[in-house]
């Protein structure tokens, strides 16, 4: 198997390909440099914390990918610095200069005509010296607490103060409040879009101080800590409220690497690597900001059309456009059939309209869904809360552990709490990812439910940005499962049997498991045997092994895996007629899609879960058939067939681990672009 965090840099390598590619928009360059520099932060927050915890507690023992917690480190901080200095390059040589022909650049202190340097010496003295606390070290004053991944200077300085004191070595924090891009004015910059960062006007009056000392320089630098939290669910009474306490140390958390400025002095970045513990291959020296994803800032600040991506506004299938306001139609347009949704091709709003009509219409009784991420500004959630408000039975399933999304669903929990919603935290030890809403609805003296599934977040500004299906039905088999899914969420009692829905951690991997022996089966009779999976991470060894006998056995395979896969696809006797496909473009893949040839059946499931040991095992996800034919057939194209001509946006994954960008004679082929065109009108 492969290593997962080796394959988690070739992913990073692949979106940043998409900022080298000359023939993206300049700001678009931009933004997905900015995005592998927030990739990067967590991958160390979580990915490396992970290895360095391995390392102390069981260095000799190998992983599935046969290597050591050591061994896997070294390579892995190996590819990491390759890839930063990939990163710094580009952004410093290329991608800056090219935005600045076109008028919209960062302003160096060393290239200040008299007027810009004016201007930031007014604003560093107004809005920025007074919110700095210099702090000298020496022994009264000790080395400062510092904030993960928070921006910081040390400045070496050298000189007697008032008091005395030889000085040598200071440290400056910079506010969280204070912006990290400042913009110019135009008059002053002499660009449309002019902007100086907060580390150039500190840098460039840090004297300003320390007066009456000589300053020998001043470097910017910043730490990145473990940020993964430890709660003991079993030992807490209030899930809750022991999250919160952990929340307040997450900053805190050792540390796993060091960024400092690229002229730090060597005797200076060893002073920092002993104040944290890191060593220097844990120091990662960068030419730009030590804080790249602090620039995503300046893609939202610039307003230049020409510079971006083409606007694309997603459009609200039929028949849902007619109905947004008329709940009795849009519950008899799903009653009629299941509708599947595409985001971002199609419009999240019909979900929207769904849970307004929960909200508005009287004969919707009971509101159940389950939040996984949905933001700190959410229409979803006011819509739960006017739901409770208006007497409905309002339940919600609230995944405290979301990853960097805890406080915002805390916050959200308190204010269902406080409307009288029932509010429960899911099963202990298990996060509940499946994402599911349920409105049980009075009809002619019965209750209907009425349903969506989806495999990604309630999130309306993701849904802009992630590929995902949704599906909204009334079957009532599918619907009963959903219900007795809540009632295991948020009740106590034995698991009942299920009539389509597959569940984490009961019946999912048994089923993926089963499916894919019997592809193997029907291809060792002589039969037709195909299987096809869209996923985000492909990991799980069982699940690996069994898709490797299915190659061995005459299955021809096709896996499109955005990010991490352990599969070695293309090895001879082993996984030969396994293909491993990787779609990196303008949306971000999100989407769950599993199909099995199943003797002409054709078996198609849609998932919140990907295909990893944590979804299967330690989370409670949800898969769910597409059975209308129709369907079936788009989802079958929209997840796979399209997505396997592409030759634009796809890479094809090697048996060593690398990726080779996918070349055909065909007409090019962009899958974003079609699906824009096909399902945007």
Not at 276 to 289: A, K, W
Not at 434 to 444: S, Y
Not at 455 to 470: E, I, Q, S, V
Not at 624 to 637: C, G, H, M, Q, T
């Amino acid at each position: 198997m492969q290593n997962r965090e080796l394959s988690l840099i070739k992913f990073n390598e692949r979106v940043l390909a998409m900022a080298e590619n000359q023939s993206t928009p300049l700001l678009e360059r931009l933004r997905y440099l900015c995005i592998v520099g927030s990739n990067l932060d967590e991958f160390f927050e979580i990915r490396i914390a992970s290895l360095k915890e391995q390392q102390r507690q069981a260095p000799g023992v190998a992983g599935c990918d046969a290597l050591t917690p050591d061994q896997a480190f070294e390579r892995v901080q190996l590819a990491a610095h390759v890839l930063v200095e990939r990163q710094n390059s580009l952004l410093m040589d290329q991608v800056l200069p090219a935005l600045l022909s076109h008028g919209v650049g960062l302003l160096a202190a060393t290239t200040w005509t008299e007027a810009q340097q004016a201007w930031a010496r007014a604003t560093f003295s107004h809005d920025v010296m007074p919110l700095l606390t210099p702090i000298g070290l020496d022994p009264a004053h000790p080395f400062p607490r510092v904030y993960n991944k928070s921006l910081n200077f040390i400045v070496a300085l050298s000189g007697q103060d008032a008091f005395g004191r030889r000085a040598s070595i200071a440290i400056v924090q910079a506010p969280r409040a204070l912006p990290r891009v400042i913009r110019v004015p135009p008059d002053v910059a002499g660009l449309p879009d002019g902007y100086i960062l907060l580390t150039t006007l500190i840098s460039a009056f840090v004297g300003e101080l320390f007066p009456g000392l000589d300053i020998k320089g001043c470097y910017q630098w910043r730490v990145t800590r473990n940020s993964d939290l430890y709660v003991d669910e079993e030992e807490v009474t209030n899930l809750r409220q022991a999250l919160q306490g952990e929340l307040s140390q997450r900053n805190f958390g050792a540390s796993v690497r060091l960024e400092i400025d690229q002229g730090m002095p060597p005797n200076l970045a060893s002073f920092l690597q002993r104040e944290f513990v890191l060593e220097p291959q844990d120091t990662y020296r960068v030419s730009g900001p030590v804080n790249l994803a602090r620039l995503l800032q300046m893609c939202d600040l610039v307003d230049r059309p020409e510079l971006s991506f083409p606007v694309y506004k997603p459009v609200i299938p039929s028949p849902f456009g007619a109905y947004a306001d008329d709940p009795v139609n849009l519950f008899r347009a799903i009653a009629q059939r299941d509708r599947l949704l595409h985001h971002p091709y199609q419009s999240f709003q019909p979900v929207i309209d769904f849970l307004t009509a929960a909200a508005h219409d009287p004969n919707v009784v009971a509101v159940k869904q389950t939040i996984y991420r949905t933001g700190e500004d959410s229409e979803l959630m006011r819509l739960l809360l006017l739901a409770a408000r208006s007497g409905k039975e309002v339940t919600v399933v609230v995944e405290l552990m979301a990853r960097f999304d805890e406080q915002t669903n805390i916050n959200w929990a308190a204010k269902l709490e406080a409307v009288g919603a029932h509010v429960s935290y899911g099963v202990v030890a298990h996060k509940t990812h499946a994402k599911m809403a349920l409105l049980l609805r009075r009809e002619k003296g019965e209750i209907r439910r009425y349903g969506h599934l989806s495999t990604g977040n309630y999130h309306p500004r993701t849904a802009k940005l992630y590929t995902d299906f949704g599906l909204l039905t009334a079957n009532p088999a599918i619907c009963e499962d959903m219900d007795r899914m809540f009632s295991l969420l948020t009740g106590l009692g034995a698991r009942r049997p299920l009539k389509l829905l597959l569940q984490s951690p009961f019946t999912l991997h048994e089923t993926m498991v089963a499916l894919i022996k019997a592809e193997a089966a029907h291809a060792r009779a002589g039969r037709r045997a195909r299987i096809m999976a869209k996923m985000n991470s492909l990991l799980e060894p069982i699940i690996i092994d069994e898709l490797y006998k299915a190659s061995q056995a005459g299955v021809k395979i096709d896996l499109i895996v955005r990010g991490a896969c352990a599969l070695r696809p293309g090895v001879r006797g082993l996984s030969e007629s396994i293909r491993v496909t990787s779609i990196v473009g303008r949306y971000l893949e999100h989407a769950r899609a599993f199909y099995f040839y199943g003797d002409g059946a054709e078996n198609v499931y849609l998932s919140s879960a990907d295909w990893m040991d944590r979804n299967f095992f330690r989370r409670v996800e949800v898969g769910f058939p597409i059975l209308d034919k129709a369907l079936k057939k788009r989802v079958i194209n929209e997840a796979f067939t399209y997505a396997l001509r592409d030759n634009q946006l796809a890479w094809r994954g090697q048996p060593d681990g690398g990726y080779t960008r996918v070349h055909s004679r065909r007409p090019p082929f962009n899958l974003h672009d079609y699906l824009m065109r096909e399902l945007g009108g």
